[in-house]
């Protein structure tokens, strides 16, 4: 089991900042990839941005140059910068954990409880 502790959400007008972070407890795998996902109203929810253990990086076309995802392997905890935040950008954000190298496929996945994020214009 993975228990997934998410933080950061919050209220910010557009062209604002935000820093998301995830720490995971539990059984940790050696290899494994954390990300973010997010879910609007009424829609599906989509990859924000996800990262392994070993580094490798995948963003939403949509975040590409305002979100970064970095992670501290020592602590299990991935964060999530976002800036220059636009009211599209709202929605709840969850954090997700899988075992191995990304989550296609993965033995085992968990997700946060989610955060609300929202960004008045």
């Known amino acids: 089991q993975v228990q997934l502790v998410e933080s950061g959400g919050g209220l910010v007008q557009a062209g604002g900042s935000l820093r998301l972070s995830c720490a995971a407890s539990?059984?940790?795998?050696?290899?494994?990839?954390m990300g973010w996902y997010r879910q609007a109203p009424g829609k599906q929810r989509d990859l924000v941005a996800r990262?392994?253990?070993?580094?490798?990086?995948t963003y939403a076309d949509s975040v590409k140059g305002r979100f970064t995802i970095s992670r501290d392997n020592a602590k299990n905890t991935v964060y999530l910068q976002m800036s220059s935040l636009k009211p599209e950008d709202t929605a709840v954000y969850s954090c997700?954990?899988?075992?191995?190298?990304?989550?296609?496929?993965?033995?085992?996945?968990?997700w946060g409880q989610g955060t609300q994020v929202t960004v008045s214009s």
């Open positions: 539990g059984s940790i795998s050696r290899i494994n990839t």
């Open positions: 990262q392994s253990s070993s580094g490798s990086t």
């Open positions: 997700r954990y899988c075992s191995g190298y990304g989550c296609l496929g993965a033995q085992y996945t968990y």
